[in-house]
């Protein structure tokens, strides 16, 4: 699943972009959208933004307020909550407002530097243009960006991904491992705060096809997924993903196995470790909190 935020002043037209490239995606997929808003979700002022994203074609909507709550029943949900919840399930989500989470951006309403508007605010995250108002983004530019940047992946996406596999009517196993980032390796250790992953652009994903590539002709093995984050992980999250699709459990444990074991050993990828007592940046072959 591909997510996109747009932020800005409140008067740029967010949701203006945000039905716009509804419309425009809902041709080739499944959106879904959250909005950040500033008032009680019990008060409709800002439900009708919801309301607009629906009519342009989004096929689940929330509006969640800075405190967890939202336009639904049920539980309270956080945005890393829903799009866990969305990414099995959708193509491309569309985040408006949520000045503070690490994604792909589009900013309103700025023209500033890279990374700050005319408030002097900053942004995480990539950004992927900027524009006067929602007029003004070219919306072929944007989605040809979005296209290039990581997928938001999560286990249940890539064992979904690989339940609609050609081949999953002669699969009898799907296999899984997932790595953490541990806190620590013992009690006397300095607590892991978080690790920040960087890859080389291209390499990185063409090594990991390889690898899929080449555990997918052994007999009897369907579908290998791999995914490895990257950017800011923090202490508990998950990592890395691997998914085997295979006619038996034999084969199916043996190549998770082999897959995490050939992602680390050939996949070139550096972290900077992040923690109580200071910093530091190691190659991905080295040990990296998870096993």
């Given at each position: 699943?591909?997510?996109?935020?747009?932020?800005?002043?409140?008067?740029?037209?967010?949701?203006?972009?945000?039905?716009?490239?509804?419309?425009?995606?809902?041709?080739?997929?499944?959106?879904?959208?959250?909005?950040?808003?500033?008032?009680?979700?019990?008060?409709?002022?800002?439900?009708?933004?919801?309301?607009?994203?629906?009519?342009?074609?989004?096929?689940?909507?929330?509006?969640?307020?800075?405190?967890?709550?939202?336009?639904?029943?049920?539980?309270?949900?956080?945005?890393?909550?829903?799009?866990?919840?969305?990414?099995?399930?959708?193509?491309?989500?569309?985040?408006?407002?949520?000045?503070?989470?690490?994604?792909?951006?589009?900013?309103?309403?700025?023209?500033?530097?890279?990374?700050?508007?005319?408030?002097?605010?900053?942004?995480?995250?990539?950004?992927?243009?900027?524009?006067?108002?929602?007029?003004?983004?070219?919306i072929e530019v944007l989605l040809d960006a979005l296209a290039d940047c990581e997928p938001y992946e999560t286990l249940e996406s890539l064992v979904q991904?690989?339940?609609?596999?050609?081949?999953?009517?002669?699969?009898?196993?799907?296999?899984?491992?997932?790595?953490?980032?541990?806190?620590?390796?013992?009690?006397?250790?300095?607590?892991?705060?978080?690790?920040?992953?960087?890859?080389?652009?291209?390499?990185?994903?063409?090594?990991?096809?390889?690898?899929?590539?080449?555990?997918?002709?052994?007999?009897?093995?369907?579908?290998?997924?791999?995914?490895?984050?990257?950017?800011?992980?923090?202490?508990?999250?998950?990592?890395?993903?691997?998914?085997?699709?295979?006619?038996?459990?034999?084969?199916?444990?043996?190549?998770?196995?082999?897959?995490?074991?050939?992602?680390?050993?050939?996949?070139?990828?550096?972290?900077?470790?992040?923690?109580?007592?200071?910093?530091?940046?190691?190659?991905?072959?080295?040990?990296?909190?998870?096993?």
């Amino acid at each position: 699943m591909h997510v996109l935020r747009v932020v800005g002043p409140s008067d740029a037209g967010k949701t203006t972009l945000v039905e716009r490239l509804t419309e425009r995606l809902a041709d080739e997929g499944r959106v879904a959208t959250v909005k950040h808003i500033n008032c009680d979700p019990d008060v409709d002022t800002e439900g009708k933004d919801t309301a607009r994203h629906r009519r342009a074609g989004a096929k689940e909507t929330y509006g969640v307020t800075s405190d967890g709550s939202w336009f639904a029943t049920g539980r309270e949900r956080s945005l890393s909550d829903l799009l866990d919840d969305f990414a099995p399930e959708y193509d491309y989500a569309l985040v408006e407002g949520y000045g503070d989470a690490t994604l792909p951006t589009v900013v309103l309403g700025g023209e500033g530097g890279d990374e700050a508007d005319d408030d002097g605010r900053e942004y995480a995250g990539e950004i992927l243009q900027r524009a006067t108002d929602a007029d003004s983004v070219d919306i072929e530019v944007l989605l040809d960006a979005l296209a290039d940047c990581e997928p938001y992946e999560t286990l249940e996406s890539l064992v979904q991904r690989a339940k609609r596999s050609p081949d999953a009517e002669f699969s009898g196993a799907i296999a899984t491992f997932t790595g953490r980032v541990r806190a620590r390796d013992s009690p006397e250790d300095a607590a892991t705060e978080f690790l920040e992953f960087e890859k080389y652009d291209g390499v990185a994903e063409e090594k990991l096809a390889a690898i899929s590539e080449e555990l997918e002709a052994r007999d009897g093995v369907y579908d290998v997924l791999l995914h490895h984050r990257t950017g800011v992980v923090e202490a508990g999250e998950d990592i890395v993903f691997v998914v085997v699709l295979a006619g038996h459990r034999t084969e199916a444990f043996e190549t998770v196995e082999d897959g995490i074991n050939r992602l680390k050993a050939e996949v070139p990828l550096f972290k900077k470790e992040v923690t109580v007592e200071g910093e530091f940046w190691a190659h991905q072959h080295e040990e990296h909190g998870h096993d």
